[in-house]
């Protein structure tokens, strides 16, 4: 149980595309998911809280215009990273918190995206 | 504020014993771990609420000093699937304001 699947897994796009990527709770429903974003060698860090039907909450530094993020269902967030520069290309990672659990996030297998 | 993990790097032979510390400088609700290997996303192993109680996942067990504001994973008798690197993720709240912020990480390397 507690699958989160994310699409696609890889993406290679010019500069100044939009791509988007999807995050999917399978078997279970989550209220809340979360976006992190992971440069190489270290730590992941958080974007953005998705909560189910309203709008995202962003972190400090984290451009809301250019990180578009849609929680459509409860089982559904989407991130689109519009405009996109060589400077995104990154690894993005999607979670989903375990409605009516302790607070566990389940990850999503990530998306590495490269900006050329 | 991004909690500490030491040691940064661990290399252990299969069968030894290992503990990573991840230190915090605010208050704590809860303490989660994870395990991530290269290239892929981080498994959830286990979460520590307040209270200090020490939990346990086959041969790897954690606990939390709330007082301290710290935690520290125990990995015994360790076998090569063992090898990634572990976070450690900080909440300071509960309910609908809870997320998560990850240490800095320790990379685990277990050999023959």
């Known amino acids: 149980g507690a699958v989160v699947s994310q699409h696609p897994s890889r993406v290679i796009c010019k500069s100044g595309t939009s791509v988007k990527i999807e995050c999917r709770s399978l078997d279970f429903q989550a209220t809340t998911m979360f976006w992190y974003r992971q440069f190489p060698k270290q730590s992941l860090m958080l974007m953005a809280t998705?909560?189910?039907?309203?709008?995202?909450?962003?972190e400090q530094g984290v451009e809301k215009d250019k990180f578009l993020i849609n929680h459509a269902s409860l089982t559904l967030s989407t991130l689109t990273v519009t405009s996109a520069h060589p400077e995104d290309s990154s690894f993005y990672i999607c979670s989903a918190r375990l409605r009516g659990g302790l607070g566990e996030q389940f990850f999503g297998p990530g998306t590495r995206l490269t900006v050329l | 504020q991004q909690p500490v993990q030491s040691p940064q790097a661990v290399i252990l032979r299969e069968g030894e014993d290992a503990v990573i510390n991840c230190s915090s400088s605010?208050?704590?609700?809860?303490v989660h771990w994870y395990r991530q290997k290269h290239g892929e996303a981080p498994v959830f192993l286990m979460i520590?609420?307040?209270?200090?109680e020490q939990k346990g996942h086959e041969k790897i067990s954690a606990s939390f000093n709330e007082k301290k504001q710290q935690s520290s994973l125990y990995l015994t008798a360790s076998q090569l699937s063992y090898s990634g690197t572990y976070f450690c993720g900080t909440d300071r709240n509960t309910g609908t304001a809870s997320k998560l912020t990850f240490g800095t990480g320790t990379r685990l390397q277990v050999t023959l």
């Open positions: 520590l609420l307040k209270g200090g």
């Open positions: 605010k208050a704590l609700y809860s």
């Open positions: 998705s909560n189910e039907g309203s709008k995202a909450t962003y």
